[in-house]
């Protein structure tokens, strides 16, 4: 959601830039707790291991953003046309299903506010008529999308920074221990059953670096602006989710619907809880439309590049996709409908698993484009080709770690963009940009 706030004409400088990249890197604060609980406090170890590899990510996307020349994309160096529309199109896929997972998120809150127990069924349904209000607020321009995205943005980071500071008061040593292994897992055991969470607080690093012509000495800042947001990310990300671990029961945490409104039932009363989870519900459905936005507006440029139909191309008089949104919408009902889980706690599980391994295949693809990237642009650097063999390696550990059941239908989801590929958008004109 960077893209909203970064200045179209003026560059920024490092420290602004780092705020930026910051923000962009909070929408995976809302269920993080009550996912991080599922394997216990002993994820700490995970949260170190993704931190550092993540970083070693950040620095090789930096770098990516520095020596690519096309407007086509990273992948394009090593895989040509095909191998940049695979990752646009696992990109896309990816967006889609992280934006299911956020209205899970809005209705697991709002089931916590109202006091309602949901069958799946309801739940799927209610996910669904957030989709569809989400989307349909796109529908008149995006004077509105900015400033509820910025909003929506407070409305999370507000709660979790109060959290991060005044729940160190209520903190229990004996609630964080009994929270510390639950299921008994050796250290490597819960790095692993943990990694996908972790992971998916970093998620969107990637294109912090794609606009290097935005930022002031782009080949100093940016590497230094993205490393160090990772660094705030990961940070911030510990003291919250150790915090609460400190304060609710796991027992509670792990099945929880909203722990940061139960967070602070616990600290201030259930009058506080009930405030901070109408915070989180503004949060999130905030966040869902202007990311409902952005996969549009993701949608509407490869329409252009000949990589998707023309229909998600067209836009109304006010610039908007709203056709290619509806398209975008329904696409996202069926998946509602096709993750159907016991507890929205489940179905929001699955759903991270699914848009991780789709996330991470344009991450392998760009991470083996690299060395031939920096070669193309006159460079050789060992810690550069280092960083994408680490960062590729990262990759692939972080997809298996994602479940059997994600890698299959990650890999459905491969096949079926080359089937795509081949079919459609391979037969079409190359424009050469976005």
């Known amino acids: 959601m960077r893209e909203f706030f970064m200045p179209q004409n003026n560059k920024v400088g490092l420290i ?29 170890y995970a949260w170190i291991e993704t931190i550092i590899c993540v970083m070693i990510l950040a620095y090789a996307f930096a770098k990516c953003g520095a020596y690519s020349k096309k407007s086509g994309g990273y992948a394009e160096y090593a895989f040509g046309r095909s191998g940049n529309f695979i ?140 490393l160090s947001a990772t660094i705030i990310i990961g940070i911030f ?44 519900i503004f949060g999130c459905a905030g966040a869902l439309i202007a990311w409902q936005f952005t996969l549009g507006e993701l949608l509407r440029e490869s329409a252009g590049e000949g990589y998707f139909p023309e229909i998600f191309g067209k836009v109304t008089k006010d610039g908007v996709p709203v056709k290619g949104m509806i398209v975008m919408v329904l696409i996202q009902l069926i998946m509602i409908f096709f993750t159907i889980s016991p507890t929205m706690v489940k179905q929001f599980d699955v759903l991270i698993q699914l848009a991780t391994v789709d996330n991470l295949v344009p991450y392998v693809l760009a991470m083996a484009a690299l060395d031939i990237m920096q070669k193309e642009a006159g460079h050789n650097e060992r810690t550069t080709r280092l960083a994408a063999v680490i960062g590729g390696a990262y990759s692939m550990y972080a997809t298996y770690q994602c479940g059997m059941d994600a890698v299959t239908a990650g890999m459905m989801t491969v096949l079926l963009g080359y089937m795509i590929y081949g079919v459609y958008a391979g037969q079409k004109p190359y424009t050469g940009h976005l």
């Open 16 to 44: 602004q830039f780092t705020i930026l990249t910051t923000v962009s890197m909070t929408d995976g604060i809302i269920m993080l707790p009550t996912m991080v609980a599922t394997v216990g406090a002993i994820s700490i």
């Open 87 to 226: 990752a646009n199109f696992t990109y896309a896929i990816a967006l889609m299903i992280a934006n299911v997972g956020i209205a899970i998120s809005v209705v697991a809150y709002s089931s916590a506010f109202f006091d309602v127990e949901l069958s799946p069924a309801d739940a799927a349904f209610l996910a669904g008529v957030v989709m569809i209000m989400t989307t349909a607020a796109n529908f008149w321009g995006t004077r509105m999308t900015v400033k509820l995205g910025f909003t929506a943005m407070m409305c999370k980071l507000i709660p979790a920074a109060i959290m991060s500071i005044c729940g160190l008061y209520f903190f229990d040593p004996q609630i964080f221990h009994a929270a510390w292994n639950p299921h008994h897992y050796t250290a490597v055991r819960a790095i692993g059953a943990a990694n996908s969470f972790t992971l998916w607080a970093f998620l969107g690093l990637e294109s912090a670096c794609s606009n290097m012509d935005r930022v002031e000495n782009p080949r100093k800042n940016v590497p230094v602006a993205v």
């Open 237 to 280: 990300s510990i003291i919250y989710t150790t915090v609460i671990q400190g304060i609710v029961p796991n027992s509670v945490l792990s099945v929880s619907n909203a722990p940061f409104g139960d967070a602070f039932a616990y600290m201030y009363g259930p009058v506080a809880g009930r405030i901070v989870t109408a915070f989180m």
